[in-house]
């Protein structure tokens, strides 16, 4: 890869879901690569390349600090003059902003307009950007291949050792639910879908727990009691809200089909590169990117929020070979992944940093390295 191998790069997360498998990505073509949030303070180090994901980390998850944000868009500035920016954009402002034009919306404006370069998921992604920060050009953002999760790939014992950890039957078609509910009315759908069923063979995996946010207290104790009689279905298999990387990697393994249950249009889903890193069936809401990052027809969409629909599209999926469902999803997997991304990515990155003029990207040596 042209720019290899003194390139440096500063992946600038503590994150450990999404930057794991980007590190690798970057590791195997060469690059040196530094994770962490507090190398983004200049004296630690210099860096040629600063990949950034949500700008809120940035300001310790709090972007309606000022002073806070205020530090970050000044570090920002001084990098902006000695590497190339990236960043790979995960949603329009934090998951918990109360509105989109709030405080959040005038720092993410801000953060944005000193990147170099803007990845996107989707065509969805760039277009809801254009809407929200119509200043940011155009020139400067990209639609990149979906991400994996490979560094999850070594944790698989097999899919019929996975099953056997739940106590799956041969001739049952487990269905997940994995990841954490935004909306109370999420878990309702699950709960009023999977009620509905009523097939026998159907299992579910339940690694997840309800959102009570925004209830008042009446209905907030309603919503625990109608959920803890719906556990009560011998079908269903509790595993917790929140479950290590080994058995997450067990439940995609031992699941015919993940469902996932988001409302609102959201710009990106977690739970779908996380399925199609392991082969498992999909059902997703038929909004946002989904209609362009889910794959079919191995694959279902339903009508976000309607019981029935998802019904349908769980008995649809229920017909289906799950061999095939899984061969389909690991042959689009090996197309996409952060591989893939970056084969895209950094030809734009070589541009940008020469057109800056930086040293890493205009000397004679790293014109002449090979790359990928």
Known sequence: MEGAPMTRVLMASNDQTFSPALTHAYHARGLDVTAGVPNLDPAFGRFDVLHVHWPEELAGWSARDKARTDKVLELLDWWKQRAVIVATVHNLVPHRAERLDGPESVYFNAFYERVDLLCHFSGYSRERYAEQYPAIPQARQIVQPLNTYDHLLPLM??????????????????????GAMRLPAEMNLVRAAWSRLRDPSAR????????????????????KVAHRLWLRDRRISRLGGQVDDSTLVGILEAADTIIIPRLGHHLNS???PLALTFGTGILAADLGANREIVPQPQNELYEAGNADSLIEAMRRQMVKSSAEVRAANLAHRDTIGWGAALDMIWPRVVEIGRHKRLPAFTS???GEAAGL
Do not use: I
């Open 157 to 178: 014992r097999g899919r019929e050792a996975a099953r056997a950890q739940f106590g799956v039957k041969p001739d049952e078609h487990v269905f997940a639910v994995c």
């Open 204 to 223: 579910l995996l339940l690694a997840s727990g309800p959102s009570w946010s925004g209830l008042d207290p009446v209905r907030r104790t309603a919503g």
């Open 364 to 366: 004679a040596a790293q």
């Open 270 to 272: 977690g739970l779908v």
